[in-house]
């Protein structure tokens, strides 16, 4: 359940990232900011620091860990690497 409820985070961070994104750079009329390349940032560093916790805290092994983090941290990255590619 929490690996769902992260990846549903980083689905909504993305979509903020890529509105506002979208938003500054239509206000400026020109390319001032890629809001998927700085979501990978971000969501790369929550979700390392969600697997440290999951680590460190929960008690889960380093090698359960990497499997989930496969899909919270992949999932939403290769939508933004897809939004990054296309220049929607």
Do not use: C, D
Request: aromatic share 12%; charged share 10%; hydrophobic share 60%.
């Amino acid at each position: 359940m929490h690996m769902l409820m992260m990846t549903v985070i980083g689905l909504a961070l993305l979509a903020g990232f890529w509105f506002v994104g979208r938003l500054l750079n239509r206000r400026a009329g020109r390319a001032v900011i890629n809001g998927p390349r700085v979501f990978l940032l971000v969501w790369a560093a929550v979700s390392f620091y969600n697997g440290y916790i999951g680590v460190t805290k929960a008690g889960y092994s380093v090698q359960a860990e990497l499997l989930v983090h496969v899909v919270v941290f992949g999932l939403p990255a290769a939508i933004a690497v897809f939004l990054m590619l296309r220049k929607i």
